[in-house]
């Protein structure tokens, strides 16, 4: 469990990565991703109809710190460190919830995103 809540994080990162326009550079940390999102983790792991508030004023925040390439781009490899242990229904609940937070992302959330096309 403790992988597909650490798996929750990142994919929910990778999609704040994408709508986050570039600047600056400063790495965001897995751990900084892992914390800031943990709260759509059961949502993740089982899904429902909608993710807590708090897990959307999560995606909301680490959307807006990362606003540099670097930061997009290290969110993206948190994401991908962990996808390869993620089942196709934590994957695919990680991956509905940019929507149901009401962000749009330009990529589908998958462990086999290209985090170097991330800008």
């Given at each position: 469990?403790?992988?597909?809540?650490?798996?929750?994080?990142?994919?929910?990162?990778?999609?704040?990565?994408?709508?986050?326009?570039?600047?600056?550079?400063?790495?965001?940390?897995?751990?900084?991703?892992?914390?800031?999102?943990?709260?759509?983790?059961?949502?993740?792991?089982?899904?429902?109809?909608?993710?807590?508030?708090?897990c959307c004023e999560?995606?909301?925040?680490?959307?807006?710190?990362?606003?540099?390439?670097?930061?997009?781009?290290?969110?993206?490899?948190?994401?991908?460190?962990?996808?390869?242990?993620?089942?196709?229904?934590?994957?695919?609940?990680?991956?509905?919830?940019?929507?149901?937070?009401?962000?749009?992302?330009?990529?589908?959330?998958?462990?086999?995103?290209d985090c170097s096309?991330?800008?």
């Amino acid at each position: 469990m403790e992988k597909a809540m650490w798996w929750l994080v990142v994919a929910v990162s990778m999609v704040v990565v994408a709508l986050a326009p570039p600047q600056a550079e400063a790495a965001i940390s897995c751990g900084t991703v892992a914390s800031t999102l943990s709260p759509c983790i059961n949502f993740v792991l089982y899904g429902g109809p909608a993710p807590p508030t708090s897990c959307c004023e999560g995606i909301k925040t680490l959307y807006n710190e990362a606003t540099a390439t670097a930061d997009r781009q290290a969110v993206c490899s948190c994401l991908k460190s962990v996808a390869s242990s993620a089942t196709p229904v934590i994957i695919s609940n990680a991956a509905a919830l940019p929507g149901k937070c009401g962000v749009s992302i330009p990529y589908k959330i998958s462990p086999s995103t290209d985090c170097s096309s991330v800008h």
